[in-house]
């Protein structure tokens, strides 16, 4: 399985993905570019949500969550 079939299987079975998660849950750390391709190739959707949260030494950060905004029929 690829690492852009990794990370759709994940948004459908999980909803949403952020980086950390990514890396964490996959050992994938080019998330946005596994993104790009799941829109290129996979003709899906995707959303972008930018969230706040807090960092290891307690400061809040930004970071993105995607989630799948529509699937397309690939035909």
Request: no cysteine.
């Amino acid at each position: 399985m690829t690492q852009r079939e990794e990370v759709l299987e994940y948004l459908r079975t999980h909803g949403s993905i952020t980086r950390m998660e990514s890396f964490i849950n996959l050992g994938i750390t080019e998330l946005s570019s596994r993104i790009g391709e799941i829109e290129r190739i996979d003709n899906v959707m995707i959303a972008r949500e930018p969230i706040t949260v807090k960092a290891r030494n307690g400061r809040s950060v930004k970071v993105m969550k995607y989630s799948i905004a529509k699937e397309n029929d690939n035909e």
